[in-house]
């Protein structure tokens, strides 16, 4: 594809600002709308985005294929890892109240790192989705 | 009341796009006409004042399935003449169509029983979710009802849904994560040799 | 005229489910299997955002001095089920692409005539 001046300026500008925005989803999800999920999907098209703009190969270096597999495990062992810390300090199975001095400080943690993990997930398998897909089509 | 109308017209676009989808051929315009009706419905569930669910809808729907399906569609063209359009089908639409208007019928039957929209008193609304709403922010410090929810109150669910969406990159990565293989396509006569 | 605008979104729901099944068992291109599935799943999702609407509700998010607010577990159901609904649909591409590398075709009938079936 031969590169597209317009569409190069426009992606270098928007793509932080799609970022930050996926990090305030992620981390101010608890007092307003938002959360690992959505938090996860548009960290994830920030860098479809520049891939669709600058190429395929650009995109991977940035976030080379084994380092995505191993965040989408990453995500999901520390979900499940919060639930086993508090099985060891004596609450039950992603019961959150175990991991703070108080009540609502340990659920505010828990919701937190629960949040992160979900996050990590869902941006890692999205893009390695993306990854598949848009490297099948290259002989 | 103007709630009431935004609503209204929003459901009819989104029913005229899906006719739309259905009567198209040509599979590039039908891919973009789904980006559209992912959108519409993210507006729709601001109006239903689901502002969680809209975001996720508006980036997930409109932004990255219409990518994938776009890419399947660069990856399964026919090389010849029309490369996106819809092979026209062999068969009568009588027997769909028929299958189709029982089931549509009973299930409008169904809806006389329901509560009406938006109803507050209806049995959805007075069980837990009242629950919820009093307590979340005193049990966990969330004023967001829907974070506190999922991850808390209901944290053993979205593990096992973050499970599956795992689950769910693990197996596009067997299928096509790696490099394509040499051209095995399954020919015609290799096919009536098999049979003889 | 209420009874109208109180099971108005249900009917929707149900003709744009109706529409998604017909898609999905008329018409024998894959892709477009794929995308009539879509439309019934987003119909469900509009099933479950409907009964959680409360009239002159907020959004479930608390703040001093709103009283009435909608339903927020549908609202956590389906967040969940439209990113894994994403990861599923992305799935069934992937099959498609796999089955258009094997047999070059993507349709329906193409494909039970090279198989030999039905």
Redesign the interface.
Known sequence: MKPNLILHVVAKFLIPLIIIFALYVQFHGDFGPGGGFQAGVIFSAALILYALVFGLDAAEKIIPSHILRILASLGLVIYAGVGVVTLLLGGNYLDYTVLGSTQIAGQHLGILLVELGVGITVAAVMLIIFFSFAGRGRV | MID?II??TL??F??IT??A??RMTN?FA??ML?GI??LL?AG??VV??????A???A???A???T???L??????RNRQKNPYK??P???R?WL??F???I??AV??YG??D?P?????N?P??TH??RY??EN??P??????????????Y??????G??????T??V???L???GR?PKQ???Q?DE?EQD?T | MDFFIGQYNYWVVIFLMMVGLYTVISRGNLIKKIIGLSIFQVSVFFLYISMGTVEGGAAPIITEGVKLYSNPLPHVLILTAIVVGVATTALALALVIRIKESYGTIEEDEIHKLDHSL
């Open positions: 009431i609503n209204i459901l009819a989104l029913a899906s006719v989808i259905v599979l039908i891919v789904f009706f992912s419905s729709l569930f239903m004042d689901a502002p969680d669910v975001f996720t809808e980036a997930v729907g932004g990255i399935s990518v994938l399906m890419a399947t569609l660069a990856l399964t819809e092979a089908h062999a068969h639409p769909p169509l299958v189709v208007g089931t549509g299930l409008v809806t006389w329901i009406r929209f938006g109803d507050p209806s959805a609304q837990v979710a919820y709403l979340a922010l049990e966990t410090g969330v004023p967001n009802v829907v974070t506190a929810v999922l991850a808390s209901r944290g053993f669910d979205t593990l849904e973050v499970a599956v969406v795992f769910a990159g197996a596009v990565l299928l096509i994560g394509r095995t396509l399954k015609k096919g049979e």
